[in-house]
């Protein structure tokens, strides 16, 4: 299964960006189950940003609530972040990660996911 990120960048605070996601591989790795993405910030440990599950629930990081959006597209194998009021703590590596079958509670939990990107570069700065 390979993960491909896109749509990092440079952004001033308060701007927007949004991240892609497409899985290719196995088919099993995305028809069900939850597809998310995590971020790390310099200094601190890989946390979660927002999570889908193919039935539908969405789950975020207390940080993001109601400023960036998950959703998985028609294809079932993509995955974007639209970003919204983008601050400086939001700098961070973004990556992108497919956990096979998994339930929807287990959606938040780093630990369920098996496969994961290279990650995409985000930063928030004047």
């Known amino acids: 299964v390979h993960l491909s990120e896109s749509g990092g960048g440079s952004v001033v605070p308060g701007g927007s960006l949004r991240l892609s996601c497409t899985a290719s591989g196995s088919e099993y790795a995305f028809n069900d189950g939850c597809m998310g993405w995590f971020r790390q910030r310099p200094g601190m440990e890989r946390e979660l940003v927002a999570a889908a599950h193919n039935r539908g629930t969405a789950r975020y990081g207390d940080s993001v609530k109601g400023r960036f959006i998950i959703t998985r597209g028609g294809p079932k194998n993509t995955l974007d972040l639209q970003m919204n009021s983008l601050v400086a703590d939001d700098t961070a590596k973004y990556y992108c990660?497919?956990?096979?079958?998994?339930?929807?509670?287990?959606?938040?939990?780093?630990?369920?996911?098996?496969?994961w990107g290279r990650g995409t570069q985000v930063t928030v700065s004047q």
């Open positions: 990660a497919v956990a096979p079958t998994r339930p929807m509670w287990a959606c938040g939990d780093l630990s369920s996911y098996n496969y």
